[in-house]
């Protein structure tokens, strides 16, 4: 392709801007200068930006650590999680891959793989998700059971769900759960619980697939995913 399409495309300027760089001599191939944008490179070529260089790359992916009040979406009125990228990261053809509520937190995939998030939202795949929750009530075996059997909501039947009872407070009258899902369905994990008599005040997801939440990765913080974490979820 074109040098100039290239590094537009990694967001190193637009074409436009790039003809300034490109007539400073900042912009080197197989070092070698270039002086225009028609010349011609392709994915393994070296090309370099005052000695930096630039690798061509399609498909992008972060994994972020929703906080609470951001929209899952990639345009709002309110905030949404794209708003979370600094200015080098943003790319407008990101989109999450899902959607967790807007009082929900934890793990969320970033991406414009189009394909990727198909196969991770597609229900034939059953990908599991993972959430940990404080719920108002004391979860009880019972539950657990109830969970693993497949509760009947209103529109579905929703997947066994494997439900683990971390700790309940009887003073509070609250649970510390962790609950994996093999389906996304709108407000599932909240709906679930509404149908055994409980409430869920806090929810947070933890894993997605082969994906784990960092421990050390804060609330509104994000990374790109290694090359390994990739794989593993098109595996």
Known sequence: MRIDRF???MQVGSRQSLKALFKAGRIQVDGQVIGNGKFQVTETTVVEV???PIHY???FYWLLNKPAGVISAT???QKTVIDLLTPADYRADLF???RL???TTGLLLLTNDGDLTHSLLSPKKHVSKKYQAKIAGIVTETDQAQFAAGIQLSDFQAQPAQLMILETDEQTQTSLITVEIHEG???QVKRMFHAVGKEVLTLQRLTMGSLTLPTDLL???YRALTTAEIEALKE
């Open 7 to 9: 590094l537009s495309y």
């Open 50 to 52: 005052d000695g930096e």
């Open 57 to 59: 790359q399609t498909d």
């Open 75 to 77: 345009t709002d009125p």
């Open 96 to 98: 999450p891959v899902g």
């Open 101 to 103: 509520d807007k009082d």
């Open 185 to 187: 369905k709108f407000h």
């Open 219 to 221: 609330p509104g913080q």
